[in-house]
């Protein structure tokens, strides 16, 4: 499935990160899986791994009190996912992390 926010298309929602590889992108922690509630939103470039982490910091439960939707960002610098996490902070209007 895949949620429009913004100029960008995300995979997801996610409830088992088994199906999210190990690649670079953005993704969203988020609270609900069709009104996305943003937790947090971030760049990595080993998107299982972070997401995998996070959750775990967090204390969160996936596909019981959270879910996560990615964008892949194959040839994206740091810089510029930095930039695009920017894009979607404001469209949430949430403070830069």
Not at 42 to 45: A, F, L
Not at 74 to 77: G, V
Not at 90 to 97: A, G, N, T
């Given at each position: 499935m895949a949620i429009q926010i913004g100029r960008f298309s995300f995979r997801g929602p996610f409830s088992n990160l088994d199906e999210i590889k190990n690649r670079p992108g953005l993704y969203i922690i988020h609270k609900n899986e069709v009104d996305i509630i943003p937790i947090l939103i971030?760049?990595?470039?080993l998107l299982n791994g972070t997401i995998t982490e996070e959750i775990r910091k967090k204390g969160l439960i996936?596909?019981?009190n959270c879910f996560v939707s990615v964008y892949n960002t194959?040839?994206?610098?740091q810089?510029?996912?930095v930039e695009m996490v920017q894009e979607l902070n404001?469209?949430?209007?949430?403070?830069?992390?």
């Open positions: 971030s760049e990595t470039p996936l596909g019981n194959f040839c994206a610098l810089l510029d996912r404001d469209i949430f209007q949430l403070e830069s992390k």
